[in-house]
């Protein structure tokens, strides 16, 4: 995908998001010269990573479908490193590891050649097959069970599940007029990590009452509500521009992706809890590490490719 592919309704959609960036750092400013005694170190620090991931996002997408395809499979590859960094992992299951990294490569060669088929079974059927062999072949059967799942769960999570994001990039341009599958990557992401935000504003507003107290006190039943409800009107907003969705399609997936993010980021909140940490990593200042970042995507990327396919493909 070449920057002449690009399509007038998805360029002009990164300009508007890169104007609220701005919008966001002026007030930022502003809000530190009027209350100069309020910290707001965490706020900056959370402002200053989007310029850098919006920056390499628009980088990325405008450049060839094969590049962006790589740049997700990294992601996939931070993330499932991240992960098993955080899980205890045996000394047997480093060779385990090996394949389980083979995988991310594999698995999104079969979305480059556009392979459905295989893209929706390899990680499911295959690596879920052939993981446990491999562990039966070391010889090793103290904590066999526990291995066995927190690898199998981290290559779902981590390698399956955003690979659906990169999936959009190949599915057949005729399905979304409205741009293509940039287009669809875009409304994904942007609604997906938009909902993040509003949910986490809302809350600090409004929050009094924890949906999941004892997984993550500050997720509050206030926050959620009116975070989805935001998420589900800028859908509809997007959707004709960006999207092949009706009206009542629009507001299903902005159901799908303001629920789903909120289950993704209790899920890796329940996991940080278990291991007894904050933030998955420190690799992006005021957010925390990969997985911090991709926990909504985990869930939004494959129930809202699943709801478009079914659909319009």
């Avoid at 309704?9 to 809000?31: D, E, K, M, P, Q």
């Avoid at 097959?129 to 010889?139: F, S, Y």
Wanted: contains cysteine; proline residues 4%.
């Amino acid at each position: 995908m070449k920057w002449e592919h690009i399509s007038t309704n998805v360029f002009w959609t990164i300009v508007c998001i890169f104007g609220l960036l701005v919008i966001s750092t002026l007030a930022v400013r502003i809000l530190q010269r009027v209350k100069p005694e309020a910290d707001f170190s965490e706020l900056v620090q959370r402002i200053r990573t989007w310029w850098i991931m919006l920056i390499v996002f628009t980088a990325v997408i405008m450049f060839s479908r094969n590049a962006t395809l790589i740049f997700f499979a990294f992601i996939s590859f931070m993330s499932l490193k991240e992960y098993l960094s955080l899980i205890p992992t045996r000394r047997a299951d480093r060779r385990v590891l090996f394949w389980a990294y083979i995988s991310i490569p594999i698995q999104y060669y079969w979305i480059g050649i556009n392979w459905y088929g295989m893209f929706i079974v390899f990680i499911p059927v295959f690596i879920f097959l052939l993981l446990p062999m491999r562990m039966i072949l070391i010889g090793e059967t103290s904590g066999f069970l526990r291995a066995v799942g927190t690898i199998h769960w981290g290559l779902m999570m981590t390698v399956f599940n955003i690979s659906h994001l990169a999936y959009l990039l190949v599915l057949p341009p005729q399905g979304n007029p409205n741009g293509g599958g940039a287009s669809l990557v875009l409304y994904l992401v942007f609604l997906t990590e938009f909902n993040d935000v509003t949910q986490y504003i809302w809350g600090k507003l409004f929050g009094s009452h924890p949906v999941v107290p004892r997984v993550s006190p500050k997720k509050t039943y206030e926050g959620l509500i009116l975070g989805v409800l935001t998420t589900l009107i800028l859908s509809v907003l997007l959707a004709s521009r960006l999207t092949p969705f009706n009206l009542l399609e629009s507001v299903m997936a902005g159901l799908i992706i303001g629920l789903g993010g909120f289950i993704g980021d209790v899920t890796i909140s329940a996991l940080k809890r278990d291991l007894g940490i904050k933030d998955s990593g420190s690799l992006l200042p005021g957010h925390g590490g990969i997985l911090d970042r991709v926990d909504s995507m985990i869930y939004t990327a494959p129930l809202f490719f699943h709801y478009l396919y079914y659909l319009h493909y």
